[in-house]
């Protein structure tokens, strides 16, 4: 994956003082917060709805772009652990086929290993969640919902 993401500037850390905003290198604009709070999935997107946001959705490759720049380059938060974003499986007709693979909003999620690490999604008829993984250079992985995580809310 290409990490270079033109008009990205490394946010000061830590994150958890408010919101970072940025402009994407498709002239989007991307308003998030990183939460270094260890919760399962569900206590996460309670917290970011709390907080007037959503769990982040992840649906363009210039915001995963972006995202993996600021786990792998950005001082303070290299590698500093696995994020959940918005994305599950749980309301699959067939756990096994990847294109049902949604939003909490029902969006479907992109397919490629541009977005999913390599032989993921693993075991999605118990791994219904979706993590920006940092042992696969922050790609996507399936992970049982209870796990904790850190989590990334998104305005």
């Not at 604009?29 to 769990?55: H, M, N, P, S």
């Not at 974003?85 to 007709?93: C, K, L, M, T």
């Not at 490629?112 to 032989?119: G, I, K, L, R, V």
């Amino acid at each position: 994956m290409n990490r270079v993401v033109p008009n990205f500037t490394c946010p000061l850390a830590p994150p958890d003082a408010g919101y970072n905003t940025a402009v994407l290198s498709d002239n989007s604009v991307f308003t998030y917060r990183i939460v270094w709070t260890l919760a399962d999935k569900v206590t996460a997107e309670t917290a970011c709805v709390t907080d007037g946001a959503g769990l982040v959705k992840v649906l363009s490759l210039t915001k995963m772009q972006t995202l993996v720049n600021l786990f792998t380059t950005c001082p303070g938060y290299v590698y500093a652990g696995d994020y959940w974003i918005d994305g599950s499986n749980i309301n699959a007709a067939d756990f096994f086929d990847i294109a049902e693979w949604s939003t909490s909003d029902s969006e479907p999620l992109p397919t490629t290993d541009q977005f999913w690490a390599p032989e993921r999604p693993l075991d999605p008829d118990i791994h219904h969640c979706v993590a920006l993984w940092a042992a696969d250079d922050y790609q996507w992985a399936n992970l049982p919902c209870t796990y904790t995580n850190y989590y990334i809310c998104e305005k």
